[in-house]
């Protein structure tokens, strides 16, 4: 039998506002512009994201149009969403690029066809005074406290700018501009989201439906999936990464990372949720089996298999990679003479971010020489004493040293 179009669109939802909205919406019996509101923040499209990206796709499977807005203007000032202070604003060219680099991340989940991708800064950049008072008399700061973070920051005391406040409106108007039918968004966005319903209003249009999907904790199990707190999985990583940063999850989220970041069905979700509560499934077994199968969803079948294949050569059998890459000792890594400073080999090479990051790394015990670990950053090295060594940095990343 077929699943019921109704009944998969719903499936995995977390609020629909307002309720029976979606089954009117279907009722007019044409495609329904879908919108989903990004900004361009960052440079990666996260598991976080891919949870709303996929029930777009799944709109636009069932006949509807994907209105994608490139929040390239909003992202100027800062969705102030869950946040518990002001937050800095981004320089517009940094947009534009994390914009552009976004977009082919996007395009891996969402169809080319019915597909429209539109830049806010299209009627946002351009809108004078007049516009502007005509948005903000639409809403009340009444409303704008009913906010919890809002509300919050208010009550204790600290700052709250006009610009945080503007930034549900643009949002919302928005969805004016592109005329939506329905709005997508984390249950984080749904007050903006409502906003939105009640500016179509006052500019005479039919008010859209408000559908939120669940957010997806981070790998630290605690806050949400985000990459300024480096708690990520990115659907682009390179499938040891992807595979090694899913195996480092909590156990207690192994259900929720099931039914939120694979693509099983949510029969499986519930059968593989109740095994783990009542211990006929093991947790390890089924985290190496979640983890397969979103190596999978974005790499091709059989990529997660041999992800974990080289993750158990690597940690449980404690041996090298197949293949390390082969890297030369960079010039730069040298203190007078010919004697190399490991840090600034790591930095040299990339495998840190800097010669104090590397420090900090050798300090640590992150960072091993033919499987022998490195302590003193301050050390120095002969050219022939590195050569041809493994460099191991984490538990990932590996490097042959060449002259």
Do not use: C
């Amino acid at each position: 039998m077929a699943p019921d179009p109704l009944a998969l669109l719903k499936d995995g939802t977390a609020e629909i506002v307002p309720e029976g909205g979606l089954e009117e919406k279907l009722a007019l019996g044409r495609p329904l512009r879908v919108k989903l509101g990004l900004d361009p923040t960052a440079s990666d499209v996260t598991l976080g994201w891919a949870v709303v990206l996929h029930k777009l796709r799944q709109f636009q499977d069932a006949g509807h149009v994907a209105v994608l807005i490139v929040g390239d203007f909003t992202a100027r000032v800062g969705d102030p969403s869950g946040k518990s202070e002001t937050r800095p604003r981004l320089d517009k060219d940094v947009v534009r690029a994390f914009a552009e680099h976004l977009l082919e991340q996007f395009r891996l989940i969402l169809s080319d066809e019915r597909l429209e991708i539109r830049y806010n800064s299209e009627w946002l950049e351009g809108m004078d005074m007049e516009g502007v008072l005509r948005l903000t008399s639409s809403y009340t700061v009444a409303q704008m406290l009913q906010r919890d973070d809002f509300a919050q920051r208010y009550a204790e005391g600290r700052p709250i700018s006009i610009m945080e406040f503007m930034y549900p409106l643009l949002q919302g108007y928005d969805s004016v501009a592109v005329e939506a039918d329905i709005e997508l968004g984390g249950t984080d966005q749904l007050f903006n989201l409502l906003v939105g319903r009640e500016l179509q209003r006052a500019w005479g249009q039919a008010p859209q439906i408000a559908v939120t999907v669940p957010l997806i904790e981070g790998l630290d199990g605690v806050q949400k999936m985000s990459q300024s707190l480096g708690n990520y999985v990115g659907i682009t990583e390179l499938v040891d990464e992807m595979f090694g940063k899913l195996m480092r999850i909590p156990d207690e989220l192994i259900g929720r990372y099931v039914r939120l970041a694979t693509s099983l069905a949510p029969g499986e979700a519930d059968e593989i949720e109740a095994g783990l509560a009542d211990g006929t499934r093991h947790a390890n077994d089924e985290k190496r089996a979640m983890a397969r199968s979103v190596v999978d969803l974005y790499h091709g079948r059989g990529a997660g298999r041999v992800a974990e294949e080289r993750f158990d050569r690597v940690h449980r059998e404690r041996l090298l990679p197949e293949e390390v890459e082969d890297r030369a000792l960079p010039a730069s890594a040298t203190r007078g003479g010919e004697a190399y400073w490991l840090p600034g080999v790591l930095s040299g090479l990339g495998l840190a971010s800097s010669n104090s990051e590397a420090r900090r790394l050798i300090t640590q015990g992150g960072v091993r020489l033919d499987g022998e670990p490195v302590t003193d950053p301050d050390a120095e090295w002969r050219g022939e004493d590195l050569v041809g060594k493994t460099l191991q940095v984490g538990r990932r990343r590996f490097v042959r040293l060449t002259g």
